[in-house]
């Protein structure tokens, strides 16, 4: 396999030996741009200043002033392959090269040999290059640790992926790795430049417009291989156009040492450039870095609150070719762990998104999916639920946490009452305020209070009820309310209103406080002849529904931070349905 038209010696295989430079083939004038604008050196490479320092390991690479192995890390047109080309001439050592998409053990093991035998004659140090080495498997990775250890061979590898995921360890702990750096917009304009003028790029032969050359810098978006390739389309298509024969060839009323378009010089105008190229280089690998950290980036936007954002992250995983799957997959996740019981529509939306994606698929569910983000970055936060699962667990691991409390375990089979299964259990729906005291903890984890409810959203009324709950459950006294002197305006606020005050459904009374923070409720206080009913039926000696029992037993409202009724603590009294007097209610 030629690697860019520069390897001239070929081997079955995919391995291309260069003994030496001579060996190498110049560029010729029908390669690709990016081909024949290959740095000669390493002070044409641009973009990676933080490795060019005097004395850093890529300038002894390149110079042969320390044999070290070196893996080469960064996002596709950074230099990878300049930087193998550039150690291929620099020095006489002998250069290998092969590609992980052809190369097998059986050719690594043949190199290794050939060098370790070329070093017992006393010949020259062996440079081997592997392009896409996150493609070996651990197998042949493994078949590269002995010669790098003792330097038989000197690796030089290229990945495109993060080598902490796709290298083995013993490997990566071998080699001197180097991150090479996305280049930025004024490094792919630099190089854009320098190939219009340069004889071995387009010497002058086309001008390019500043929209033009905008056009092409952002959508190459850092690569400049991209770029280039780009730039040789549109510049064919403009000589083309004007009449001109060869792109290579300046045009002879050009005006020397300057780029000032003449009369017959091409033009590369904007209409040009898009027709070269109208999609921006995607930075994005299913299975890669950028995979995770696209990803990364999308669900801390949602956790975040910035629905743009979100929508962004979410449109670059689209555009890549991400599983819509996946995506849903995140979502209804995120609606759990990070949104919880602040919003439980949530994962509602979550859920239903991710259904219409395996009912409808792409292009369309991409709406869907859209909605979902815009719901779980714009709703109420809370992950009280996420860290009292975590707390829980912990405690499970630490090995807390007894035996099964008698009255709770199972009971339907012959012979489980005979063991005590079930005995003295309580069934909370007997009890007119549905729930009971009852131990339902194991006994070493009587006080613990895994969730820990937020204000937020809906959850509000959640952090309202939970502490009546534990309360009643676990059989401990209300707290006593302070003492309302008559004549007060505390007490004169009831009967100025005309009655009771409504009660909050989300305590286990009427209708929520605020319906825009809780789903809670769906159903209405019951009404004046509602109760006035309740008390005819109790007068009558009949006893009163749970309904009644829920308008008899409110308890006392208090006004909540946003102005609504919240339900205070229940107070206890005596009423006409014969209830005990002093039961709180949840």
Same mark, same amino acid.
């Given at each position: 396999?030629?690697?860019?038209?520069?390897?001239?010696?070929?081997?079955?295989?995919?391995?291309?030996?260069?003994?030496?430079?001579?060996?190498?083939?110049?560029? *010729?004038?029908? /390669? +690709? =741009?990016?081909? %024949?604008?290959?740095?000669?050196? &390493?002070?044409? !490479?641009?973009?990676? @200043?933080?490795?060019?320092?005097?004395?850093?390991?890529?300038?002894?690479?390149?110079?042969?002033?320390?044999?070290?192995?070196?893996?080469?890390?960064?996002?596709?047109?950074?230099?990878?392959?300049?930087?193998?080309?550039?150690?291929?001439?620099?020095?006489?050592?002998?250069?290998?090269?092969?590609?992980?998409?052809?190369?097998?053990?059986?050719?690594?093991?043949?190199?290794?040999?050939?060098?370790?035998?070329?070093?017992?004659?006393?010949?020259?140090?062996?440079?081997?290059?592997?392009?896409?080495?996150?493609?070996?498997?651990?197998?042949?990775?493994?078949?590269?640790?002995?010669?790098?250890?003792?330097?038989?061979?000197?690796?030089?590898?290229?990945?495109?992926?993060?080598?902490?995921? *796709?290298?083995? /360890? +013993? =490997?990566?702990? %071998?080699?001197?790795?180097?991150? &090479?750096?996305? !280049?930025?917009?004024? @490094?792919?304009?630099?190089?854009?430049?320098?190939?219009?003028?340069?004889?071995?790029?387009?010497?002058?032969?086309?001008?390019?417009?500043?929209?033009?050359?905008?056009?092409?810098?952002?959508?190459?978006?850092?690569?400049?291989?991209?770029?280039?390739?780009?730039?040789?389309?549109?510049?064919?298509?403009?000589?083309?156009?004007?009449?001109?024969?060869?792109?290579?060839?300046?045009?002879?009323?050009?005006?020397?040492?300057?780029?000032?378009?003449?009369?017959?010089?091409?033009?590369?105008?904007?209409?040009?450039?898009?027709?070269?190229?109208?999609?921006?280089?995607?930075?994005?690998?299913?299975?890669?870095?950028?995979?995770?950290?696209?990803?990364?980036?999308?669900?801390?936007?949602?956790?975040?609150?910035?629905?743009?954002?979100?929508?962004?992250?979410?449109?670059?995983? &689209?555009?890549?070719?991400?599983?819509?799957?996946?995506?849903?997959?995140?979502?209804?996740?995120?609606?759990?762990?990070?949104?919880?019981?602040?919003?439980?529509?949530?994962?509602?939306?979550?859920?239903?998104?991710?259904?219409?994606?395996?009912?409808?698929?792409?292009?369309?569910?991409?709406?869907?999916?859209?909605?979902?983000?815009?719901?779980?970055?714009?709703?109420?936060?809370?992950?009280?639920?996420?860290?009292?699962?975590?707390?829980?667990?912990?405690?499970?691991?630490?090995?807390?946490?007894?035996?099964?409390?008698?009255?709770?375990?199972?009971?339907?089979?012959?012979?489980?009452?005979?063991?005590?299964?079930?005995?003295?259990?309580?069934?909370?729906?007997?009890?007119?305020?549905?729930?009971?005291?009852?131990?339902?903890?194991?006994?070493?984890?009587?006080?613990?209070?895994?969730?820990?409810?937020?204000?937020?959203?809906?959850?509000?009324?959640?952090?309202?009820r939970v502490p009546r709950l534990r309360r009643i459950v676990r059989g401990l006294a209300a707290p006593a309310r302070p003492a309302v002197a008559a004549g007060s305006a505390e007490a004169a606020e009831p009967a100025a209103a005309g009655g009771p005050p409504t009660p909050d459904r989300a305590a286990g009374g009427g209708s929520a406080a605020d319906a825009s923070r809780s789903s809670v409720s769906t159903e209405p206080t019951p009404s004046a002849p509602a109760k006035k009913a309740s008390r005819s039926r109790a007068a009558a000696g009949k006893k009163p529904s749970r309904s009644d029992a829920a308008v008899e037993d409110e308890p006392a409202a208090t006004p909540a931070q946003d102005g609504t009724e919240a339900a205070g603590e229940a107070v206890g009294r005596a009423d006409?349905?014969?209830?005990?007097?002093?039961?709180?209610?949840?």
């Amino acid at each position: 396999m030629e690697m860019d038209g520069l390897f001239s010696l070929t081997r079955p295989g995919g391995v291309q030996v260069a003994a030496s430079a001579s060996a190498f083939t110049p560029p *010729s004038a029908d /390669s +690709p =741009l990016p081909v %024949r604008m290959r740095p000669a050196g &390493l002070d044409e !490479l641009v973009g990676q @200043d933080h490795l060019l320092a005097p004395g850093s390991p890529l300038r002894q690479l390149v110079t042969g002033a320390t044999p070290m192995s070196v893996i080469l890390w960064g996002p596709p047109g950074t230099g990878k392959t300049t930087i193998a080309h550039l150690v291929a001439d620099a020095t006489d050592r002998k250069f290998v090269a092969m590609s992980a998409l052809s190369a097998g053990v059986k050719d690594v093991r043949a190199v290794i040999d050939a060098a370790r035998q070329e070093r017992r004659q006393g010949g020259p140090p062996t440079v081997l290059f592997i392009d896409e080495v996150h493609r070996f498997s651990k197998t042949q990775q493994d078949s590269l640790l002995a010669a790098v250890e003792d330097r038989t061979v000197t690796l030089l590898a290229a990945t495109t992926e993060n080598p902490y995921f *796709s290298v083995i /360890s +013993p =490997l990566l702990s %071998r080699c001197v790795l180097l991150t &090479l750096r996305a !280049l930025g917009d004024d @490094d792919v304009r630099l190089l854009v430049r320098r190939a219009l003028t340069d004889q071995r790029g387009l010497g002058g032969a086309v001008t390019l417009s500043a929209e033009a050359e905008d056009h092409l810098v952002r959508l190459a978006s850092g690569d400049v291989r991209k770029a280039l390739t780009a730039l040789e389309a549109a510049a064919a298509t403009a000589v083309a156009q004007s009449g001109a024969s060869s792109p290579d060839a300046t045009s002879d009323s050009a005006v020397p040492g300057t780029s000032s378009p003449t009369p017959r010089t091409p033009v590369i105008d904007l209409a040009t450039a898009e027709k070269a190229v109208d999609v921006a280089a995607v930075r994005y690998d299913r299975d890669g870095d950028a995979h995770y950290d696209v990803t990364s980036a999308f669900i801390k936007s949602m956790r975040g609150s910035d629905p743009d954002a979100a929508l962004h992250w979410l449109a670059r995983m &689209l555009v890549a070719g991400e599983d819509p799957r996946f995506i849903a997959r995140r979502i209804v996740i995120f609606a759990s762990e990070d949104v919880g019981m602040a919003d439980p529509q949530a994962l509602v939306v979550a859920t239903a998104a991710a259904q219409a994606v395996q009912l409808i698929g792409l292009p369309e569910c991409q709406l869907n999916l859209a909605q979902a983000v815009v719901h779980m970055a714009t709703a109420p936060k809370s992950n009280a639920v996420t860290t009292a699962l975590g707390s829980a667990m912990a405690d499970v691991r630490a090995g807390r946490g007894g035996a099964v409390p008698a009255h709770l375990r199972d009971a339907h089979y012959p012979g489980a009452r005979g063991l005590g299964h079930g005995r003295g259990y309580r069934y909370p729906h007997d009890d007119p305020r549905g729930v009971v005291t009852q131990q339902y903890i194991p006994d070493d984890l009587t006080h613990a209070e895994y969730y820990q409810p937020t204000d937020h959203g809906a959850e509000r009324a959640v952090s309202e009820r939970v502490p009546r709950l534990r309360r009643i459950v676990r059989g401990l006294a209300a707290p006593a309310r302070p003492a309302v002197a008559a004549g007060s305006a505390e007490a004169a606020e009831p009967a100025a209103a005309g009655g009771p005050p409504t009660p909050d459904r989300a305590a286990g009374g009427g209708s929520a406080a605020d319906a825009s923070r809780s789903s809670v409720s769906t159903e209405p206080t019951p009404s004046a002849p509602a109760k006035k009913a309740s008390r005819s039926r109790a007068a009558a000696g009949k006893k009163p529904s749970r309904s009644d029992a829920a308008v008899e037993d409110e308890p006392a409202a208090t006004p909540a931070q946003d102005g609504t009724e919240a339900a205070g603590e229940a107070v206890g009294r005596a009423d006409d349905s014969g209830d005990a007097a002093g039961e709180e209610q949840p």
